[in-house]
């Protein structure tokens, strides 16, 4: 049974540039939560996806934007690269309904230069 | 105010000794989940153990449980026997409103850095 599964692992961008983060959802779940986690921070809720529709937002600018396909994958945009962007970028997965526990990918390392 | 405090930013623990990581929480709501996660070096975070606030017994999973004091709003982790294996950073999070499914996010505490000692 195959976890969440995260690509790339590892991405260096420049400031004002865009990046693209993907996540796979693990088998049978239906809900994908993006979250931002800098060094030394727990991390921080940017965006659910549910149904293909963003089902909650936290405090995180128009910048951050996302998108949830058919298959239930998820992916993270994020538009004119911040130096302050430079994190670890948390996807996890759940079932809708109930305590809906989030299980964690391995995360992408973002680097903005 | 925090939501959630992790008031140990690091912590040493002898081999197959028991350890306790604090958690402290605040919300208004009735219904609400608490979760404690495991993050390795790696980065990738682990979940360990889920206490529901209207569970009246303490969870239990292998050699992890939870202390939960609804009381004093507190939810420790107990470690039973460390291994080597189990340092890691420690993070204690809340979702709130779970009855209604208004609140979607984990809130985090800041962490608490566990060493396991030979």
């Known amino acids: 049974d195959a976890g969440v599964t995260q690509s790339p692992t590892h991405l260096i961008k420049t400031r004002g540039q865009q990046v693209t983060l993907r996540c796979s959802p693990k088998?049978?779940?239906?809900?994908v939560s993006w979250y931002q986690q800098a060094l030394g921070q727990g991390p921080q809720f940017i965006f659910q996806y549910y149904e293909e529709e963003e089902r909650q937002r936290g405090n995180f600018p128009d910048r951050f934007s996302g998108h949830q396909f058919p298959n239930y994958s998820s992916e993270l945009n994020v538009n004119a690269l911040l130096l302050g962007d430079s994190a670890l970028y948390l996807c996890?997965?759940?079932?809708?309904?109930?305590?809906?526990?989030?299980?964690f990918g391995p995360g992408t390392r973002l680097l903005v230069l | 105010a925090q939501k959630i405090t992790q008031t140990q930013p690091g912590m040493f623990v002898q081999e197959k000794e028991a350890v306790t990581l604090d958690c402290t929480y605040d919300?208004?709501?009735?219904?609400?989940?608490l979760f404690w996660y495991k993050q390795p070096s790696s980065g990738e975070m682990i979940f360990l153990i889920y206490q529901g606030s209207y569970d009246e017994q303490n969870a239990t999973e292998g050699r992890y449980s939870l202390n939960f004091q609804k009381a004093r709003k507190s939810a420790n982790l107990v470690i039973s026997a460390s291994q080597l294996g189990d340092s890691a950073m420690y993070f204690c999070a809340m979702r709130e409103s779970i009855s209604s499914g208004s609140a979607r996010q984990l809130t985090f505490g800041s962490g608490t850095q566990l060493t396991v000692l030979p």
């Open positions: 919300t208004s709501d009735q219904s609400y989940g």
């Open positions: 996890a997965s759940s079932i809708a309904g109930g305590r809906e526990t989030q299980y």
């Open positions: 088998s049978g779940h239906d809900t």
